[in-house]
């Protein structure tokens, strides 16, 4: 079993910038790619932002590429996405994945506020 802890998320002015962070704890040895995932209230789909391979292979949804950048820290454990140049259109809960060889975990979702 994977446990997904995200941190980092807030409220930040148009323009601004912040570095979310996953700490990825349990059965890692499991794991084969994570991702960062949004979803807007009332929504029930979840998008994908970005995704990272354990091989290092990186894929971004279109909208973000070269706003967003996604990282893996295999020492700390850790998955980051470091948002710059936000927008309001990018308030939303911004959820961790992790695709493992058992199923899929999640975060606990942490909200992102775009607002003046």
């Known amino acids: 079993q994977v446990q997904l802890v995200e941190s980092g998320g807030g409220l930040v002015q148009p323009g601004g910038s912040l570095n979310l962070s996953c700490s990825v704890s349990?059965?890692?040895?499991?794991?084969?790619?994570y991702g960062w995932y949004r979803q807007a209230p009332g929504n029930d789909e979840r998008e994908q932002v970005a995704?990272?391979?354990?091989?290092?292979?990186?894929e971004y949804l279109e909208s973000v590429k070269g706003q967003f950048t996604i990282s893996r820290d295999t020492v700390k454990n850790t998955v980051a996405l470091q948002m710059n140049r936000l927008k309001p259109k990018d308030t939303d809960v911004y959820y961790c994945h992790a695709s493992t060889y058992n199923g899929n975990s999640w975060g606990q979702g942490i909200q992102v506020t775009v607002s003046s």
């Open positions: 349990g059965y890692i040895m499991s794991i084969f790619n």
């Open positions: 995704k990272i391979t354990v091989g290092g292979v990186i």
